[in-house]
């Protein structure tokens, strides 16, 4: 096992200021939350089988459909919260480890023993490659790659009054963290009546984490614009958040310096972003608009390219 992870370039934490402060207005709401994530994948079955058995997600009841285009798609998610929407492009090639796009789906969980389990689920199955665990400081994580190298994170928040900032900048580490002892810690004793899957403590889309081609292009697109707020600013990397997570989306640079935009390829097919109201969404299309972005509103979303040409949804409750 490895130990590989979103900071693992750089041992120490490089702190650098935004230059400019930005109003309320242009500013993405505090109550944000990144929805669903959807993958295009060349065996859906396969797929299917891999995020049910090895993480524990559920097939959400009459999920499985042929969408507009005719594609199968199938929603995997944890109790009735939609995590994962998978959907089915065999003709697709598989995108180069160099290219812009996924680096991994993160997903959080409300607890050191559901993260636990999941990691152990995960490291068991027979197609999940283990590719390392670290403690971040604001949160403990296990990373793995799905049969079709899609990068996926399972991590556990540490309290936010436990977190250290610095000039509006959280500090965040890699530090090692035994995969062996965690889990001999924080593992439950078997119990012969389990709670089914539909019933167990929930999980959600904690972050995105993405490949792009250049840091201060996907600042100008994801900060300047879209509206999230740096929390953590490194050449080679960007978190940024909303309402003072830590991050809820992040970018680097590590495998994919100087990429191009997309192929049509397998991979990452969508990152989908609710804001509280609808008037929050229109404030967003209204930022597109003053910096002549195209983009996509049918009135129920926003759909916008980002310079590499991973889609980006918002959306509003309800």
């Known amino acids: ?11 120490t934490i490089d702190v650098s200021r935004d230059e400019h402060r930005r109003t309320a207005g242009d500013l993405l709401p505090d109550d944000l939350r990144i929805d669903v994530v959807t993958l295009a994948v060349g065996d859906l ?3 299917v089988a891999y995020y049910r058995d090895a993480l524990g997600l559920t097939e959400l009841t009459d999920s499985r459909h042929h969408a507009a285009d005719g594609v199968r798609t199938a929603v995997l998610g944890r109790g009735t919260t939609p995590l994962i929407v998978l959907e089915h492009r065999p003709g697709l090639p598989r995108a180069s480890r160099q290219s812009a796009g ?27 490659e283990f590719v390392g665990s670290s403690d971040h400081l604001v949160s403990e994580a296990f990373y793995f790659t799905d049969p079709e190298g899609n990068g996926i994170e399972l991590y556990w928040d540490r309290p936010r009054e436990d977190w250290s900032w610095s000039d509006g900048q959280v500090a965040m580490d890699t530090i090692h963290l035994d995969p062996n002892r965690y889990l001999q810690a924080h593992l439950a004793p078997a119990d012969p009546e389990a709670r089914p899957a539909t019933e167990r403590p929930g999980a959600e889309v904690g972050h995105v984490h993405l490949q792009v081609g250049d840091i201060g292009t996907a600042k100008q697109f994801y900060v300047d614009t879209l509206g999230f707020e740096q929390t953590l600013m490194m050449p080679s990397a960007l978190f940024i958040s909303a309402g003072g997570y830590h991050h809820h989306m992040a970018m680097n640079v590590w495998n994919s310096r100087g990429a ?3 192929a049509a390829s397998l991979g990452l097919g969508d990152v989908r972003i609710t804001l509280p109201a609808r008037t929050d969404v229109e404030a967003v299309a209204e930022r597109l608009r003053d910096r002549r972005i195209d983009f996509q509103d049918d009135g129920a979303a926003v759909r916008v390219l980002d310079p590499w040409r991973t889609p980006v949804t918002l959306t509003s409750e309800g």
């Open 1 to 11: 096992m490895t130990d590989q992870t979103e900071t693992r370039r750089r041992p």
């Open 45 to 47: 079955e396969a797929m």
């Open 102 to 128: 996924l680096f991994h789906t993160a997903i959080l969980f409300e607890t050191q023993a559901e993260l636990a389990a999941t990691v152990l689920s995960a490291a068991r199955h027979p197609h999940s």
């Open 260 to 262: 191009g935009p997309r």
